[in-house]
């Protein structure tokens, strides 16, 4: 267990680290779950008079989802009711003069941690709480609350470090997530248990495949960590194209494993029997397997996979979902994902819906978030806990509480 922002006195300055990573269309961030749920810690910390400055980040370097926060300031405000201010620096001069101008009940937003070199490799909380990012900052604070369980799967030094060196609290957002994941690991399951995987992280996804071994029966595999599953079987797919440049990486760093893993487990393994992709004029066209190609950007599973996948939903007895099917944000490319979110909806069946984007889904095609029985805000660190290893970011706000 892990001291709460209950064991906090009033009226202080806080260092609050969340997780409003969110996805980005033509370079604008949009509204995920994520901004509603923080503005709730952030309401109560307000209410009681804290002062509060929020680290967060966006994107991975490299990718065009890494961008300023300015924007997030915006959408949090609005949920918030209130002005977040922002400012363009994170441990910087600018940084350190609006933190020091901070009084009782404002927020302010400080710029994507993830623009900080110290911020990202992943090393142990000692040396993150080395870092002069942590040494800078943390003397600025009384104490210090992590939100983000999110992204506690992560040792970076934005969640990490502090709690070395501050005393450390966890949010209301890491409280709720942590006890209904942890309630999930404990669960025996006697009927078939499945698990739909997609998205773009399928770096993390791969050794969650091989962990869950023993729990998962079987697994529906999407998005990129299908493809790359499809090219381990000699398929012309899941090669860098066009607006996808991390393809590559992802499967080089990855194609022993993968290919091991799709022998070991077999049929296990349920892969796309065909592909949807947008021709010249805009419009949706599926194709088999058997004859897709190298140069075409896949959008989403054919409409025979989704029924498949559909299927093998209706006669589990738990599934759970981490990763979209398709690019479901365009309605032209949701019908995976929504044809196996509404066959979870429809069974009566124990389901969880994890990820930052896939998440989004729920309302966006008219689902209804009681017909699941879990929703999580987390996507990687939902899909980590599954496997019983325990969150980096949580062990640290333990240990601090061990220590007291
Ligand atoms: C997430 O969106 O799952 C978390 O914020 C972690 O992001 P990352 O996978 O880029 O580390």
Known sequence: TFQTIDDLESGQQLLVRID???????????DNR????????IAELLADDHAVALLAHQG????DTFISLEGHADILADHLGQEVAFVDDTVGEDALEAI?????????????ARMCEEELPEE????????????TL?????????????AAHRSHASLVGFPRVLDAYAGRVMESEYTANSAIQQR???GLVTMVLGGTKAEDLIPVIEEVDDTVDRFCLGGIVGELFLRADGHDVGYDVEGTEFFDHQWEDHADTIEGVREEYGDRLHLASDLASETDDGERVERAVAEIEKETSYLDVGSDTADEYADLVAESEAVFVKGALGVFEDERFADGTVAVLSAIAEADCFSVVGGGDTSRAIPMYDLEEEDFSHVSVAGGAYVRALTGEGLVGVEVLEAVAESE
């Open 20 to 30: 409003i990573n969110a996805p980005v269309e033509d370079g604008v961030v949009q």
């Open 34 to 41: 994520r901004f509603a749920r923080h503005a709730e810690t």
């Open 60 to 63: 991975r370097p490299g990718r």
């Open 100 to 112: 020091g101008g901070l009084e009782a009940g404002d927020v302010l937003l400080l710029e994507n």
């Open 124 to 135: 142990a909380p000692d040396e993150k709480a080395d870092t002069e990012f942590v040494q």
């Open 138 to 150: 943390a003397p600025e604070f009384d104490a210090y609350v992590n939100d983000a369980y999110s």
């Open 188 to 190: 025996e399951f006697d």
